[in-house]
């Protein structure tokens, strides 16, 4: 099993900055493309951003050009640096990873809030 553990969520004045982490744990070698998603209340839960092992990366369009994944292998992490944030972009955001040997088969996070309210 993986275990996905989210920091860094907080509220934020609108246009301010956020940089979410995702420290993943337990069985690593499985774990293959890994992303945030997010799920405003009543919505149903979208992808925001993911990343290959390699480092390529796949954004929403909501988000290009505010939003930058990345990840450290090394540390077993991921980061969402969230920019220019706006309203909108208030919900939870959760982390997620694929695993490489099981197509069917994602890890979650817990999710972390993030709001954006002046």
């Known amino acids: 099993q993986v275990q996905l553990v989210e920091s860094g969520g907080g509220l934020v004045q609108p246009g301010g900055s956020l940089r979410l982490s995702c420290v993943a744990s337990?069985?690593?070698?499985?774990?293959?493309?890994m992303g945030w998603y997010h799920q405003a209340p009543g919505k149903v839960r979208n992808m925001v951003a993911t990343?290959?092992?390699?480092?390529?990366?796949n954004y929403a369009d909501s988000v290009k050009g505010r939003f930058t994944i990345s990840r450290d292998n090394a540390k077993n992490t991921v980061y969402l640096e969230m920019n220019s944030l706006k309203p909108e972009d208030t919900a939870v955001y959760y982390c997620?990873?694929?695993?490489?040997?099981?197509?069917?088969?994602?890890?979650w996070g817990q999710g972390t809030q993030v709001t954006v309210s002046s």
């Open positions: 990343i290959t092992k390699t480092g390529i990366t």
């Open positions: 337990g069985s690593i070698f499985v774990i293959g493309d």
């Open positions: 997620n990873a694929r695993d490489r040997f099981r197509a069917d088969k994602y890890y």
